[in-house]
């Protein structure tokens, strides 16, 4: 019988409700459990395709092209699992799909309400989706987890709070719990932690009809005993049943946190699940990245020149990939941030202070990202940047719009035309190197773009990409994108020895370049960083990374091994946690 987990939150949002969940299920896929998870968003977008950076973070994308909220993107990493676009549901998909019930006639003569039309068709899709298989075995997930966006009792979250009200019946208690995850504020003031906020939020809960079994407290220091005792007294849980998570270096602690203080136990008896309680590998992998992420020396900088550089979750998974990177070779990241409509000379005029801060930013860091992004602010600015990486031999990864940034730079500089441009930016261009897709559709902006899971096929032997990807044939890697570099103009740019080594299986899509003669100068059409894992980085990133600590000549000539002390990430190609680097053992540091 599938086991449902259900965590939802109180008093804020943004608590780290999406962390939670993905730790839950890294401790029970830990214990050899086949876990999946559901992101349920009350919102009446049908998808995260359109939203702007600044509402909900970065869009994720999945393999079958699902434009999805970041929280899936946690799940996966975490996991090491591949959701499809049914996992993140949305008020707006269970009315779409309602509605077109209801104009086929299946209803016929009913009044459709929210309650029982709307909170059955909530039902339906959980169970149905929680079967379907997310690892690579293909096996019937056991445990699924569904984290519900928002806070509890906003007025949009009632359909689906009263659906699990009902689910909880429908599936018998022992195969239902609910997480409550609340917020321990500290005023600075006094300095103690107060428990109101989650007994308030607690008590709406129940008055929905949902009776927390875990309640996992946030809050910036550990829980006092006493607090837990009044947190226990007053929102009718045993004292173990409230669990603090509090503020901890690295979100890789996380999982860790829960097991210490016996959650894993309590899953057992409350869902009666037949857990062993041997050692368990998967979590010593946890543990030793979190002590390595914790005892890093060396430093390696990173300028992200993008235009939502003024909220991290932008590029969540882009930062994600850079650590996981970072983490492969034992340095510590520091990641600048550079707006880069900042760098451009208007800029100059306007804000002087901002334009050189932003060129000393720049200069003075490791290696250079120019990430994916749409519209032609900044644009300019992220062109000069890749500028001076491409003169100054700075290690250089361009992602989607940054590739196509780099073939326009390369034009305007190289080739000598002065106006080659996109014809997302200037469509009268007389050399438009970047041009829009056949399949792209101007009129609907909603999920018109080339979208997941895509083959690039490598055109030479020779390229580093290629090397870093492990010598394979061809690689498959998410794509998000609208416009493409124009295949009658690539004959020139391979000339100066900007070549377009990946291309996609049809032979017209250019999807990664390489320049000649300079350290790391890589762009790719598609997202490599959807697809990152902790363990497994990225290689365009992995790439970056070795590049800007100066090792990727020693990497590349050793046969694409690190040294001894660096290495644990070849080691756990398989997502099963038995086999999982049984034979791990992360050298300490020693003082070489």
């Known amino acids: 019988m599938m086991k449902y987990i259900l965590v939802t939150g109180g008093v804020i949002s943004g608590i780290g409700k999406g962390i939670i969940a993905s730790s839950v299920g890294t401790i029970l896929k830990s214990c050899g459990l086949h876990v999946t998870a559901i992101k349920i968003d009350p919102y009446i977008n049908i998808d995260a395709g359109t939203f702007s950076p600044y509402e909900h973070g970065e869009v994720f994308v999945l393999d079958d092209g699902g434009e999805v909220d970041l929280d899936l993107g946690n799940y996966e990493r975490f996991l090491d699992i591949r959701l499809t676009r049914d996992n993140n549901l949305t008020t707006g998909k269970i009315y779409q799909s309602v509605i077109n019930k209801e104009r086929r006639g299946d209803y016929l003569g009913k009044t459709v309400q929210v309650v029982p039309h709307i909170t059955d068709a909530i039902q339906e899709w959980v169970v149905k989706q929680a079967k379907v298989p997310v690892d690579d075995d293909d096996v019937e997930p056991q445990v699924c987890v569904i984290e519900l966006g928002g806070t509890v009792g906003d007025i949009e979250s009632m359909p689906f709070i009263e659906a699990f009200r009902q689910f909880q019946f429908k599936v018998k208690r022992e195969n239902f719990c609910n997480i409550h995850v609340s917020l321990i504020p500290q005023p600075s003031a006094t300095g103690e932690q107060k428990t109101k906020p989650t007994q308030n939020s607690v008590r709406e809960l129940r008055g929905l009809g949902l009776s927390p079994d875990l309640i996992m407290c946030r809050c910036s220091t550990a829980l006092e005993n006493s607090v837990k005792e009044k947190i226990s007294m007053f929102c009718h849980v045993e004292p173990e049943q409230v669990i603090c998570v509090h503020d901890v270096s690295s979100i890789y602690r996380v999982p860790l946190l829960l097991e210490n203080q016996g959650v894993v136990g309590y899953f057992s008896k409350r869902l009666n699940m037949p857990i062993e309680t041997r050692p368990r590998r998967m979590l010593t992998k946890w543990k030793e990245m979190s002590d390595r992420s914790d005892r890093l020396l060396e430093h390696c900088s990173i300028a992200l020149v993008g235009k939502y550089t003024k909220f991290s979750d932008s590029y969540a998974s882009v930062i994600k990939a850079l650590e996981h990177s970072a983490l492969a070779i034992s340095h510590k990241l520091e990641v600048k941030y550079i707006d880069s409509a900042n760098l451009e000379p208007s800029t100059l005029q306007e804000e002087p202070v901002k334009y050189h801060e932003a060129w000393q930013k720049l200069c003075s860091a490791d290696g250079i990202l120019v990430p994916g992004g749409f519209g032609v602010r900044g644009t300019e600015g992220k062109i000069h940047a890749i500028n001076w990486a491409r003169k100054q031999k700075k290690p250089f990864l361009g992602v989607c719009l940054g590739m196509q940034l780099a073939v326009c730079e390369f034009a305007r500089n190289v080739l000598g035309w002065e106006d080659a441009n996109s014809t997302e930016f200037h469509p009268e261009s007389k050399h438009p190197v970047v041009i829009d897709m056949p399949e792209h559709n101007p009129g609907q902006m909603g999920g018109t773009m080339r979208l997941g899971k895509r083959r690039t096929i490598f055109k030479t032997t020779n390229s580093v990409i290629r090397r870093l990807y492990g010598d394979a044939e061809y690689v498959d890697e998410r794509h998000r994108h609208r416009f493409e570099v124009n295949p009658e103009l690539t004959s020139h740019f391979e000339e100066k020895g900007f070549r377009f080594v990946g291309q996609d299986v049809e032979g017209e899509r250019m999807e990664v370049i390489e320049l000649d003669d300079h350290p790391?100068?890589?762009?790719?059409?598609?997202?490599?960083?959807?697809?990152?894992?902790?363990?497994?980085?990225?290689?365009?990133?992995?790439?970056?990374?070795?590049?800007?600590?100066?090792?990727?000549?020693?990497?590349?000539?050793?046969?694409?091994?690190?040294?001894?002390?660096?290495?644990?990430?070849?080691?756990?190609?398989?997502?099963?946690?038995?086999?999982?680097?049984?034979?791990?053992?992360?050298?300490?540091?020693?003082?070489?």
Not at 533 to 542: A, D, E, L, N
Not at 545 to 558: E, F, M, R, V, W
Not at 574 to 587: A, G, Q, R, V, Y
């Open 520 to 592: 790391y100068f890589v762009g790719v059409q598609y997202h490599p960083e959807f697809t990152s894992r902790p363990i497994k980085p990225s290689p365009p990133y992995f790439g970056l990374l070795l590049a800007a600590a100066g090792k990727i000549q020693s990497y590349l000539q050793k046969g694409c091994r690190l040294s001894p002390r660096d290495t644990y990430s070849d080691r756990s190609s398989s997502s099963s946690p038995d086999s999982e680097i049984s034979e791990l053992k992360l050298p300490s540091i020693s003082s070489e």
